[in-house]
């Protein structure tokens, strides 16, 4: 029995358990299924990390190490290879691994801390053979960073997602040859940040409105055929082109690791397909906290840090006694956002600020943010510039929470065109 089980062990993991540790809970555990902490950062060896949350430039590895090593220093318990099968929502679960074999194991409070997982082949229409050469590109990432082995030297990325644009420089950097970036979208998906620095710096070709159509080769991909998209997403067979490659690298998108969450009975949210959180973390199921990639993709990992602290000193919080789930007001989003994310908010919550995410699920120049409790325009917000590759994130002051507690909704909306 323990007072708090984290389930994951990569960055958000640790920020949580660090951040309920500091809380005052010490009868913690961290689960993670790898054989070591750190998650994915791990084989993020490019620079660009920590600088909102340490002020300093650092890799991946750096980044998660100073996390890692605060684990260790508090001696806060933790289990590597060891995979979580079963979550209910009474906060039991049933955990296995190759020394301890099965695990039935409790607590007061779980924080799903476990991330996300890259959409697969099988999941995406590309007509082909199972030839060899298509990699998903987390995978080549490992393959390259971790393992030391070069996954081809003629490469085609399909998709725009951050991933696919830091993997494409990392390719060029061992010397392979990126010959372009396919993205069905009219827009980029990725950081504007990452389109300048790893396809423009590298004069990479990026493809907008374009689709893979199929992949040739039997036993290996040596070409994949490539077509525009019409203002419908249909595809323009007659325009169809062909693309000599040797490998193939998927980087569609990236989803919430959902199993366990769906075990336990929590609702899911359509848009995000993560659970639907409030301001707390806090899931649908009384005492289960999620955070970071499981809730929904994060552009920057201090950001998914931020939001794993909150959630560990919330479920410290619950594990106390402190925090109880009121009555929510629900966040409505309208045309224009793909998600705003938390999902709702603690009606008595006016005691702080509250920022909302937005994902946009298009490119929006001199537009506006608007944001209603039930009919009252509460938050104006003018906007340059807003893509879907970067949140947009704004704060809901504690007097407008204090004004409204009573509203039944709150509503985000995007107004276009803006004078």
């Known amino acids: 029995m323990y007072d708090l089980i984290v389930i994951g062990g990569g960055p958000a993991g640790l920020a949580a358990a660090l951040a309920a540790k500091e809380e005052g809970i010490d009868n913690l555990l961290i689960l993670d299924r790898e054989d070591t902490l750190g998650g994915t950062l791990n084989q993020c060896i490019h620079n660009g990390f920590g600088m909102e949350y340490f002020k300093e430039d650092m890799t991946g590895p750096e980044y998660v190490q100073r996390f890692i090593d605060k684990i260790k220093q508090l001696n806060i ?213 999620a955070c970071g990639n499981a809730v929904h993709y994060h552009e920057v990992v201090d950001k998914v840090t931020q939001e794993s602290y909150k959630a560990g000193k919330k479920a410290a919080d619950y594990i106390r006694g402190f925090l109880h789930k009121g009555h929510m007001i629900p966040i409505v989003f309208e045309e224009g956002i793909k998600y705003a994310i938390p999902s709702a908010l603690n009606r008595g919550n006016a005691e702080n600020s509250v920022e909302l995410s937005l994902r946009l699920d298009n490119l929006y120049k001199d537009s506006k943010i608007l944001v209603y409790f039930d009919d009252k325009l509460e938050l104006t917000l003018n906007k340059e510039l807003m893509t879907p590759g970067d949140l947009e994130r704004i704060k809901i002051p504690s007097e407008a929470l204090e004004r409204n507690q009573n509203c039944k909704s709150i509503t985000v909306k995007i107004e276009k065109n803006c004078d």
């Open 77 to 289: 318990e933790y289990m590597l290879s060891t995979t979580v099968m079963e979550l209910k929502s009474s906060k039991d679960l049933i955990a296995v691994n190759s020394t301890q074999g099965i695990l039935e194991l409790k607590a007061k409070a779980i924080i799903l801390a476990t991330g996300s997982r890259e959409m697969p082949r099988s999941t995406i229409n590309i007509i082909g053979g199972h030839s060899a050469g298509i990699f998903t590109a987390g995978s080549v990432q490992k393959f390259i960073n971790l393992d030391g082995y070069m996954p081809g030297k003629e490469v085609v990325i399909f998709g725009s997602v951050d991933t696919g644009l830091i993997v494409a420089r990392r390719l060029i950097m061992e010397g392979a040859k990126v010959k372009a970036v396919i993205e069905p979208m009219p827009y980029c998906r990725g950081r504007r940040l990452n389109v300048s620095q790893c396809l423009e710096s590298f004069e990479v070709p990026l493809f907008l409105k374009h689709t893979i159509t199929g992949t040739i080769g039997f036993d290996r991909v040596g070409a994949v055929n490539v077509a525009p998209l019409d203002d419908e997403n249909k595809v323009l067979h007659d325009r169809e082109f062909q693309m000599a490659c040797d490998t193939l690298v998927l980087a569609v998108e990236a989803y919430p690791e959902s199993d366990l969450l769906k075990q336990a009975g929590v609702n899911l949210s359509p848009a995000t397909l993560g659970p639907e959180i409030d301001e707390n973390m806090h899931t649908s199921v009384e005492g289960i906290f």
